[in-house]
């Protein structure tokens, strides 16, 4: 729907509302800066789904530069002065990688005399297209940031987690034996189990390997992984529904093909994916081809932000009820006959049964409307749109992921892209973004017979805090962390409660953030620019290889050979084992990465083409899975294809000849194995619709039980039985009225990592909480007032932006801001309290383990 004339006004108008809402803007439009790649906005219009929310303009979306004065004729400067400089020409340009964000941009780090002087996009890859966003050049702040851990410490004074706790440098010798000991002495006494880890994004690949070895061989099943904090749901769900648990298809071109793959999508379908500000490079990519394929792009979001700003539809349903709007797309494209009936015969298992299930339910637009606020009419018309468009990409990101019902809206989506005919072709699929290795990096069979495994505890780390606080299902005693559970995990006041008494905690990062100050022991680690590894574009599964830029800073270690060291220092206190069941496992040759990488592409299926040599001559990164050198990798998952059927092959000889890598071969929207499966947890594979409890209103929700069972998708761990549909009171709202959710601050930040560079601090160093105009004007708040955000759990402040671009109900609340970020100290910028103290920890997704409900809490704002 386009604005009349009369409402039109300019997006300089629009912001000036708010000057903080003009500077958001303009952190967010730090595009991409490179060799002129930079795609031109949309000037279409675009609709909320929301009554109370005003539609935007045209222009509300487009970039402006000041005018020139009138006599003014001077064109700009094209000469670059440093490029024939003595002092600023580079020794060498090293090939690294941006470990920032998900677009896995090529580095080109110039280095004059061991220093860095420039970091710069790279021109021949097509996706990157020399292109990098704002946080590219960030990362050598992480090699000259005086903030920076660079020798092993210990506690000697303090409460845990108090700001006044002293810690004392020792050997990196004394660090790891004091480790060992410890390990050695509570798996001595059986409670192998009471040790656990949970690992980060920020680590190279395969450390979650190393690091689940060694804990074979200690006995422990608890190694966890970053997913359940960001998007293992969407992955579980993929593998539940087609076989593997990936995004299905890559950027660029289909080496299979020689086509474009997303590139060539006629219909993007967003929802709850920021990708302006999370993927910025690879987004650039789709605007680009955009252009010529004059895709239709729909973005679904409660609030307005730089990603729907490029949009041809916003759409704004109220938060957590993501669920509801694409059931009833499902129910509508059946019920019109708008489903790809080819397609379904031939691929899909279940139709039936899903086209009962939703007519018995009546889950209908009109329904979905009730729930999500987002009128019957609009469902309607993007159901028939994306049905009638060939082919149509799902892209999802955190914004399903953190809802407690992420795994069953996950799969109902993967059922939306199936029925439509866009599962396995190019430009099509199901895009949800994921966060771990795509298929497991496989190390040799383990020489010894490690001890037999407890079940491990309910997927995810926020779980820790609860076992730690409960001793249910049983007691934890020691952790170590790579990354900042206090920061990242949900209900802060408890984590920190659990911490302050957990027995021994090590901490492994780059800062003394605020997960440091509850650690017993606290290890150095290199910064991406410090070693040769490989890291990777985690949506489409393409590998970069990096080569060292710089040696490690102070005695900081990559965490590989953290993990390596520690269990030859096992090796020699362990009574109960040869030092070789320990050293045997570790080989010292896997201190050196390229041996290490090598090991893993022998060992591990579907990765035979992914050498160091192949990989360092690419300028554009290679897919998993690419089963040869002579391999392109597999761009579009179940593709109708040679080149996927042998890649398939590769992965398992059982799939010999299977399209989808399922039990069946197709796409399995129902079976009885599958229903009888998710149904010891209280799930279906039919999804019913249910939400978070303190979504507004009385809505379907869910209820935990006390009993543990097996999980159905994670079975090595246990998991909560659920109990769904039961109805919410509401009376949560009587005190909290609005809903709030938490997300990114904006394009210049990446998880906490940032906020300890100088440009993160600089540009982005305010916690600015979205508020709608008439909630603002209801409560007496204007822009930049100090406010409060409160919850049932706690309260954490911020400067109020009034924004338009968000639903009235709704409130946003930045987060990866702390109260120990010292760079804040250098720029004068307010230390925080983590947005997560909002956020309860008690609902959660109990298949993924997504337990970071971070998309709907109730709550309310009062000005300070």
């Given at each position: 729907m386009k604005s009349n004339g009369k409402n039109k006004k300019s997006r300089r108008e629009f912001l000036k509302k708010t000057a903080l809402g003009a500077a958001a803007a303009g952190a967010a439009n730090l595009a991409l800066t490179g060799q002129g790649n930079q795609p031109e906005t949309s000037t279409q219009s675009r609709t909320s789904g929301t009554p109370e929310t005003e539609n935007l303009p045209d222009e509300s979306n487009r970039s402006e530069t000041l005018p020139k004065p009138e006599n003014d004729t001077s064109q700009p400067i094209a000469n670059d002065f440093t490029k024939q400089s003595a002092a600023l020409s580079p020794d060498k340009i090293a090939d690294s990688a941006c470990q920032f964000c998900n677009s896995l941009c090529r580095l080109k780090v110039h280095v004059k005399n061991g220093r860095i002087i420039e970091v710069l996009g790279e021109p021949d890859d097509p996706v990157q297209a020399g292109g990098l966003c704002v946080k590219g050049p960030m990362m050598a702040q992480l090699v000259y940031n005086r903030f920076r851990l660079t020798k092993p410490m210990k506690r000697i004074s303090g409460n845990k987690g108090d700001a006044n706790s002293k810690f004392a440098p020792i050997s990196w010798d004394e660090a790891l034996e004091t480790i060992a000991k410890k390990f050695l002495a509570l798996r001595d006494a059986k409670q192998a189990r009471s040790i656990a880890s949970k690992t980060s994004g920020r680590m190279p690949r395969g450390i979650g390997s190393l690091i689940g070895r060694y804990f074979t061989l200690l006995g422990s099943p608890n190694d966890t992984d970053v997913g359940p904090v960001c998007n293992d749901a969407g992955g579980n769900a993929l593998a539940q529904t087609l076989g593997l648990g990936n995004f299905t298809n890559g950027y660029g071109l289909d080496g299979a093909t020689g086509k474009e793959d997303l590139g060539s999508t006629k219909y993007l379908l967003f929802l709850g994916t920021n990708q302006a500000e999370t993927h910025p490079v690879t987004f650039a990519y789709l605007l680009r081809n955009r252009l010529q394929t004059a895709a239709k792009l729909v973005v679904i979001d409660p609030r307005l932000t730089p990603t729907g700003a490029q949009a041809d539809d916003w759409v704004a349903p109220k938060p957590h009820t993501d669920m509801a709007l694409v059931l009833a797309m499902l129910q509508h494209i059946i019920d019109r006959n708008l489903y790809d009936r080819a397609f379904v015969e031939k691929w899909v298992l279940g139709f039936d049964e899903l086209k009962k299930h939703l007519n018995d339910k009546k889950y209908t637009p009109d329904w979905a409307a009730n729930v999500t606020g987002v009128p019957a009419a609009r469902i309607k018309q993007i159901a028939e749109e994306y049905a009638a468009a060939k082919p149509a990409a799902i892209f999802c990101n955190a914004g399903i992921s953190h809802q407690l019902n992420a795994f069953d809206t996950y799969r109902l989506l993967a059922f939306l892209a199936a029925i439509t005919g866009n599962t396995g072709v190019g430009g099509g699929g199901c895009n949800f973004m994921h966060n771990t290795w795509p298929g497991g990096l496989n190390l040799p069979p383990i020489n010894g017979n490690p001890p037999k495994k407890d079940a491990a505890l309910p997927v995810g780390p926020d779980y820790f805090a609860e076992a730690i606080l409960t001793g249910k299902p049983y007691q934890l005693k020691a952790i170590v962390t790579a990354g900042n559970p206090i920061l990242a995990s949900a209900n802060t006041a408890k984590v920190q409660q659990a911490f302050s008494k957990l027995d021994f905690y090590v901490y492994t990062g780059l800062?003394?953030?605020?997960?440091?100050?509850?650690?017993?022991?606290?290890?150095?680690?290199?910064?991406?620019?410090?070693?040769?590894?490989?890291?990777?574009?985690?949506?489409d599964r393409a590998i970069r290889w990096q080569q060292q830029v710089v040696p490690p800073v102070g005695e900081s270690k990559p965490d590989w050979e953290i993990w390596i060291d520690l269990a030859h220092a096992t090796a020699k206190l362990d009574k109960k084992n040869?030092?070789?069941?320990?050293?045997?496992n570790f080989p010292l040759e896997w201190k050196d990465y390229r041996k290490l990488w090598a090991v893993f592409v022998e060992n591990t299926p579907g990765m035979g083409g992914m050498t160091v040599d192949r990989m360092e001559k690419r300028a554009e990164p290679l897919r998993w899975p690419c089963p040869s050198l002579d391999h392109p990798g597999v761009s579009t998952l179940y593709l109708d294809d040679p080149s996927w059927y042998q890649a398939a092959e590769s992965l398992n000889p059982l799939y010999k000849g299977k399209r989808f890598l399922t039990p069946s071969g197709k796409v399995e929207i129902y079976t009885p194995e599958l229903e009888q499966l998710l149904a010891t947890a209280g799930h279906s594979a039919l999804?019913?619709?249910?939400?978070?409890?303190?979504?507004t209103g009385q809505n379907p929700t869910i209820q935990y039980a006390a009993e543990f069972v097996k999980n159905p998708v994670n079975p090595q761990a246990v998991t909560p039985k659920v109990t769904l549909g039961?109805?919410?009171?509401?009376?949560?709202?009587?005190?909290?009225?609005?809903?709030?959710?938490?997300?990114?601050?904006?394009?210049?930040?990446?998880?906490?990592?940032?906020q300890w560079t100088y440009t993160g601090k600089q540009m982005n160093g305010i916690r600015l909480i979205q508020i709608h105009p008439k909630v603002a004007q209801n409560l007496g708040v204007k822009n930049r007032d100090e406010v409060a955000v409160e919850s049932p759990r706690g309260s954490v402040s911020g400067t109020a932006l009034i924004w338009e671009g968000i639903r009235e109900d709704t409130i946003f609340v930045p987060n990866?801001?702390?109260?120990?970020?010292?760079?804040?100290?250098?720029?004068?910028?307010?230390?925080?309290?983590?947005?997560?103290?909002?956020?309860?920890?008690?609902?959660?997704?109990?298949?993924?383990?997504?337990?970071?409900?971070y998309k709907c809490f109730a709550c309310r704002v009062r000005k300070v």
């Open positions: 800062f003394m953030d605020e997960s440091a100050y509850y650690a017993d022991i606290i290890l150095p680690v290199t910064s991406g620019f410090e070693m040769e590894t490989v890291y990777m574009r985690r949506d040869p030092p070789n069941y320990w050293t045997d999804p019913i619709f249910y939400t978070h409890p303190e979504v039961a109805a919410s009171s509401g009376e949560v709202h009587q005190e909290y009225p609005l809903m709030g959710v938490i997300g990114r601050p904006s394009v210049v930040h990446f998880a906490g990592v940032t990866t801001f702390g109260s120990m970020q010292k760079m804040s100290e250098e720029l004068g910028t307010p230390l925080y309290e983590p947005a997560n103290l909002l956020v309860d920890d008690r609902y959660y997704d109990n298949l993924s383990g997504q337990q970071q409900a």
